[in-house]
């Protein structure tokens, strides 16, 4: 079996892009499809969740290839972002039970009489 070390300067780096990084898949794509094939393991298990976050120090085995998966020293690693939640402000409808909410193109119409007469195009 083949060994490759490759080196990552993030915290992780996603399993289907990884593939494609040590060129065992043309894209991202096809990486995720490889994964969903059953064809790659971590750690000595199989692995089928395509995005799954690939740790320094963690073992991928693919197609008679080895990728010892380790950090740069030199690398600064941040911790990754969280997102706040939203949070709704007073008065705003509840937006997950519909309430308010109009289907989109339909818009309010006053009814008025119409008149029965025929207008001309030209006037």
């Known amino acids: 079996m083949q060994d490759i070390e490759f080196i990552i300067n993030t915290e ?3 399993l289907c892009n990884l593939l494609k990084l040590v060129d ?10 490889m994964v969903s094939e059953g064809l790659v393991k971590v750690d000595g298990q199989l692995e089928l969740r395509k995005t799954a ?3 320094p120090g963690q073992i991928i ?12 020293p030199n690398a600064e690693i941040k911790p ?10 007073k ?5 997950r039970s519909g309430a308010g909410i109009k289907p989109s193109g339909v818009k309010a119409v006053k009814k008025t009489e119409k008149s029965t007469e025929k207008k001309s195009p030209w006037h």
């Not at 085995?61 to 740069?72: A, N, P, Q, T």
């Not at 990754?80 to 402000?89: E, H, I, L, Q, S």
């Open 12 to 14: 992780y780096v996603e």
């Open 24 to 33: 065992l898949a043309d894209s991202g794509g096809r990486g995720k499809a």
């Open 61 to 72: 085995e693919c197609e008679g290839k080895r990728i010892l998966i380790s950090i740069d």
């Open 53 to 55: 976050k690939i740790k």
């Open 80 to 89: 990754p972002k969280v997102k706040a939640p939203k949070v709704r402000g």
């Open 91 to 95: 008065g705003q409808p509840n937006r």
